[in-house]
Every structure is written in structure tokens, then in C-alpha cells.
Antibody, heavy 118, light 109 residues
Framework: QVQLQESGPGLVKPSGTLSLTCAVS?????????WSWVRQPPGKGLEWIGE???????NYNPSLKSRVTISVDKSKNHFSLKLSSVTAADTAVYYC???????????WGQGTLVTVSS | QSALTQPPSASGSPGQSVTISCTGT?????????VSWYQQHPGKAPKLMIY???KRPSGVPDRFSGSKSGNTASLTVSGLQAEDEADYYC?????????FGTGTKVTVL
């Protein structure tokens, strides 16, 4: 059973860079799956941020593309998210997820709350 | 890349059925059969309930079913149970990116 665990600072200053890592266990990040980041502002809906394949190929939400970088570290079996120039609007629970072959988000991490505040 | 449109709320008594709509465009829901549905209880991560419009993952009760017509997908929960009370989100592939629905809170009366 694949398990995902997000980690990173829970507080980021405005204009700074949010950095999170998703550790994958119970499976290889080099499997034939895409790996995604999804966020959810408090009390609001889900927003897809972007995805990465183990080859390093990425796709991003057009509305966030200029600020997002997703990378993969196969040696550590994890992938990471960087979101630059953050504002209070980026305060959210950030989830990592593994996609299935039919464009579904089958496995999710528990989520981690990141607050943007000075 | 606007969010897919869902009704904010839906409700039903135990044993009844409730149907949630998810309206997109010809660029997402209408163009791909990659529509999925997620159940989210408060403070928990979303859980996959339906994928590829109408398929159920192992372990999801057959009370949950999905369909699609044109630019609108639907999730039906039959035989409502107390544990079905949650937020539900649809998602659609849109060609190199994904879009989620606005979310529907289902209340079991």
C-alpha cells in the first residue's frame, strides 16, 4: 500500500518561498505514475498545483505556473514543491497525491498546513 | 481554467438518494472521460470514490455511482447513510492539467 507524507515549514513569510517535500513509501517514485500537489485554503475547495513524472517531466496549473517548481529525487524516493513570492492567499493545506492510469488521484498524503504570515 | 461548477449543498434522509452535478466545458468534462469524484470528511484528506466517470475503486460501496452527459458529470449516492455526510469534489483532466469542482456539502437529514 503506497503511503505519502508531506513535510516542511508550517509558517512562511510573505514574499518568501514555500518549500515542501512528499516522501513516498510502499512503492517506488519511479513507477509508471505521475505525482501531484493539490492545495486547499481553509474552508475552501481543492486546487491542483502541478505534477511530475519520475523522468522529471512536469505540468503546472496555468494560474500558478510562473511561481511553481516541482522536482523529483529518485534516490530519496520523494518529490518536492517550491512556490515563490507567496502571499496570504497561498495559506492552505497542501496535499501530495499519486495519480492512477485514468487521471485519478488514488493515494493522498494526510496534508500539511502552511500559513503565510509575518 | 475555471473551477468546475457544483451546487454548494445537497441533502437527503437516510435511505434516500442524492445526486450532485459537476458542470464544466468542452475543454474538460466534455472532452475527456477522465472525471473523478472525491469524498472529504472534516480534517481529512480527500478519498477517491469514482474514476473515469463511472468506475469504483475497490472498497467503495456500490451505492456510489457516476455518469456523464455532455459537459456535465454527476455523482449519485443511493441509500444514504450517516457516514456519507461529507464534502464531495469532482475533478476533470483538461489536457496537461486538472481542474476541480467547487465542492458540494452533502447533509444526511
Amino acid at each position: 500500500q503506497v503511503q505519502l507524507q508531506e513535510s516542511g515549514p508550517g509558517l512562511v513569510k510573505p514574499s518568501g518561498t514555500l518549500s515542501l517535500t512528499c516522501a513516498v513509501s510502499g512503492g517506488s517514485i519511479s513507477s509508471s505514475n505521475w505525482w501531484s500537489w493539490v492545495r486547499q485554503p481553509p474552508g475552501k475547495g481543492l486546487e491542483w498545483i502541478g505534477e511530475i513524472y519520475h523522468s522529471g517531466t512536469t505540468n503546472y496549473n496555468p494560474s500558478l505556473k510562473s511561481r511553481v517548481t516541482i522536482s523529483v529525487d529518485k534516490s530519496k524516493n520523494h518529490f518536492s514543491l517550491k512556490l515563490s513570492s507567496v502571499t496570504a492567499a497561498d495559506t492552505a493545506v497542501y496535499y501530495c497525491a499519486r495519480e492512477g492510469p485514468d487521471a485519478e488521484f488514488h493515494y493522498w498524503g494526510q496534508g500539511t498546513l502552511v500559513t503565510v504570515s509575518s | 481554467q475555471s473551477a468546475l461548477t457544483q451546487p454548494p449543498s445537497a441533502s437527503g434522509s437516510p435511505g434516500q438518494s442524492v445526486t450532485i452535478s459537476c458542470t464544466g466545458t468542452s475543454s474538460d468534462v466534455g472532452n475527456y472521460n477522465y472525471v473523478s469524484w472525491y469524498q472529504q470528511h472534516p480534517g481529512k484528506a480527500p478519498k477517491l470514490m469514482i474514476y473515469e466517470v463511472s468506475k469504483r475503486p475497490s472498497g467503495v460501496p456500490d451505492r456510489f455511482s457516476g455518469s456523464k452527459s455532455g459537459n456535465t458529470a454527476s455523482l449519485t449516492v443511493s441509500g444514504l447513510q450517516a457516514e456519507d455526510e461529507a464534502d464531495y469534489y469532482c475533478s476533470s483532466y483538461a489536457g496537461s492539467y486538472y481542474v476541480f469542482g467547487t465542492g458540494t456539502k452533502v447533509t444526511v437529514l
